[in-house]
């Protein structure tokens, strides 16, 4: 790549390590979204053989926080955030909670402004079974504080994970993790491992309600 644009140059790229062609349906694959890239600026390709539309690319970085879970069993989001980092609008985050794919929390003490669990965003995330684990709460008229009480805390059912480490498959390194347990859920079929989960977290359910 040659004559890249001023603010591409103005921007000082941390420990480069490789230079990447991909196109946005590989990202998709790679379950990288367009937010998190950093977009430097613009560069011209010196060769036609790569087989572009164009020979002007995007130049742009993977932001350091989009391959960091943070604190996943934690971090709140404002509806207004969750819309940015979602790339669209706050009608379309609180549609999407109506349908049952996201969910929302009251911060103790608190009687308005609801919150969203960040770990909803990563790409990592079994959608499916936290759509499940909504429903059957929302079968039961449950808050949902009581299904996030369920994915914060860790489970001896689940190997020592907590739920949202299962939902992410994300294994920390702690001690109580039942490497056994895991590599058994593991093996399991995705389908009847969901039940399993969603089979634990009613049991949680009505230990917390009776």
Known sequence: MSQQSSKANSISVQEP?????????????????????????????????????????????LSPTSTTIGDSNGDLLSAEAMAQKMQCSRANVYER????????????????????????????????????????FRERQASMNLLWDFLRSVQPSLGGLTGVELLLWQVPQRRGVDHVVLNELNLLDAAVRREYVIDHALEGLSYALS
Do not use: H
Request: charge should be positive.
């Open 17 to 61: 390590t490789m230079l990447l062609a991909v196109t946005p349906s590989i990202l998709d694959r790679l379950g990288i979204r367009t937010a998190d890239l950093n977009e430097l600026g613009t560069a011209k390709l010196s060769s036609s053989e790569l087989g572009f539309l164009s020979d002007t690319v995007k130049v742009v970085s």
């Open 97 to 136: 909670e109506k349908k049952g794919s996201l969910f929302s929390v009251l911060p103790p003490g608190r009687e308005n402004g609801r919150r969203y669990p960040a770990f909803q965003l990563q790409a990592r995330l079994d959608a499916a079974l936290l759509t499940a684990l909504i429903m059957r």
